[in-house]
DNA sequence: GAATTATCGATAAAAAATTATCGATATAAA
DNA sequence: TTTATATCGATAATTTTTTATCGATAATTC
């Protein structure tokens, strides 16, 4: 059932999912059983109409008059959202957007793990950073195929990201993070997420302005 | 013209058009003059419908059979995502992630710069990261109110996310920007845009998956 | 110079996302 | 025990976003 909704969910039921669960972590350190979506909604300026379109998804169930079940709930939205699968990724460009990834301890919340850095300065290849291991760039075809990582994650200059990203497809890399405001050119069957400063700025300007 | 249209842009387009931005910045320093819809669909795997109707949003017009001028579309872009008016902007919580905000050099193209870092850890407060200085946070709201500083952004752990963003509302921050995993609950009338790590992995997830 | 073609932009159609409605249900109050 | 109320979940309506259609236009080819 989730194989199948999984590929239905929309991206901003996504960017929603997290939150209720990040509040319902909450919910329960305070040892809180039950919450509903009106609850959900008010806190975070949806409707809960919403909350439970988005939650229903996930396939937890509510009981009407009480609400969500937080223990059953966060245990669905991380199966729902793959959190329990672990995958391993690389990281490329090890600056200080790439250290301050390498040293995320959040990753492991959501099962994904950064197991090595890759960079060009030598100063700082075969040193260490938040404990993972930095390799120049020419290892990583090598060590991708031979650990089978598929994720690779990009913090380079915004004039090195489409080479780094073609050098993680030759790699074997199936899905791309990329960090570097630049617009990458890249085969269909490669997954890429963007993590565009722009967008979120301006994005976060726009509703200012709408405020006032 | 702008002014009315920027509250009808959808978020999904607001995401977009830093990607054209980032592809014509790259046909610009190659001398390219024009570019049309195709073309940059085609780049970024959208359709040249939903390329054109983005980019009618900035009031940019293209030329039939030529496509747009790069240079006014870039001017456009600019003008319509408000890069242009310059906004200050404090940081709170300076460590890994925060540090690399705090030294991310992109900022001054969209217009945004971190005046200010604060932090509880006496060890860092005094000091400077990449040429920012580090005050305590209790000094936060008069310098915020001081110099009408506007926008926060929240680089704290998770669990004290909710009292510095209340603490940077009775500042006079209007529009926080949040990358702690954390829900916060804050009035109406604040902007608050979520970086969420766990619903971007997922989202890149998800894409792969559906790409095998 | 006429025919062909690539592209735009306006409008229409389709698809997707959000919101509303409402019967069912479970708890609390009378 | 009965009534009132909060909530869920299914379905319907609405709104928003995306995609398609098509005439107009500007460059290129014949």
Redesign the pocket.
Known sequence: MVDENIEKV????LRRLPLYYHYMKILKKRKVDYV????IAEKMN?????V??D??ITGV????????NIKDALEKIEEFMGWKDKKDGILVGCGDLGSALLGYNNFKNYGFEIVAGFDVDEKITGTEIHGKRIFPIDRMENLCKRLHIKVGIICVPSKSAQKVAERMIDSGIEAIWNFAPAALEIPNDIALHQEDMAASLTILFKKHRKNR
């Open positions: 929309s991206i901003p039921s509903s979506s009106t609850k949806l409707t809960p109409i919403q439970r379109k939650l229903s169930k509510g009981r009407a008059r009480v609400g969500f």
